[in-house]
């Protein structure tokens, strides 16, 4: 299994061992690489993309604990420099990390977070109502997330002792999360509540991020 870099670190560039390189049946090549810095589609955030020495990496899954990467041309096993998309990797970043303040936030009303989705143009996280849920508006909600972004709460990683890694903003309970988060809460740029339904119990907060040029 490949070594996962980027719960430890944020660095996008460096040098990894390719240990497999083989063609898929679809025309492109599979790539496992000792220790990565891509991460992985899963957990409601989409896979970084880049290149390994100058063949670029379009898709990045996690199979059955083996992290894939899919390439347009072969790469030879042995040393490469890897580089991760920096923008896309941003991008990915401050939807995921909107996601979790919104959770935190919305939790306190009474809502319990139980799915969520970190997509461009699709980010919403899906809570189910506890026996005290709030109402709450549009305009309470991005009033409060503003606030927290105006502190610039700074992101707490811990990781626990069986391996799972914990995330958080200032004093929020922590969330199990293996996914990338800005460095605090200012890096959001932009937040914006854009709906708030429910239906049967549960409900859909929809969000998006304003990225900068």
Not at 59 to 73: A, E, F, G, S, W
Request: charged fraction near 20%; aromatic fraction near 8%.
């Amino acid at each position: 299994m490949s070594e996962r870099l980027y719960l430890s670190s944020s660095s996008l560039t460096g040098e990894v061992e390719i240990l497999d390189c083989s063609l898929c049946d679809d025309g492109r090549y599979a790539i496992q690489l000792k220790a990565t810095p891509f991460h992985p589609q899963g957990g409601g955030q989409p896979s970084d993309t880049g290149w390994l020495n100058d063949v670029e990496v379009t898709h990045v899954t996690l199979d059955n604990n083996r992290i894939i990467h899919y390439t347009t041309h072969p790469v030879t096993t042995g040393i490469a420099l890897a580089r991760v998309d920096e923008k896309r990797r941003q991008l990915h970043s401050r939807l995921h990390s909107a996601g979790h303040l919104i959770g935190h936030i919305v939790e306190l009303l009474g809502w319990h977070p139980i799915r969520a989705h970190h997509w461009p143009g699709e980010s919403r996280v899906i809570f189910k109502s506890g026996s005290c849920a709030q109402a709450f508006s549009i305009e309470d909600l991005q009033k409060k997330c503003d606030q927290c972004i105006d502190e610039n709460l700074p992101c707490q990683i811990t990781m626990r002792d069986d391996g799972f890694r914990q995330v958080s903003f200032g004093e929020f309970t922590p969330y199990p999360c293996g996914g990338t988060h800005v460095a605090s809460l200012r890096q959001i740029h932009g937040l914006r509540i854009q709906a708030i339904q429910e239906k049967k119990g549960q409900l859909s907060v929809k969000y998006d991020v304003v990225f900068p040029a």
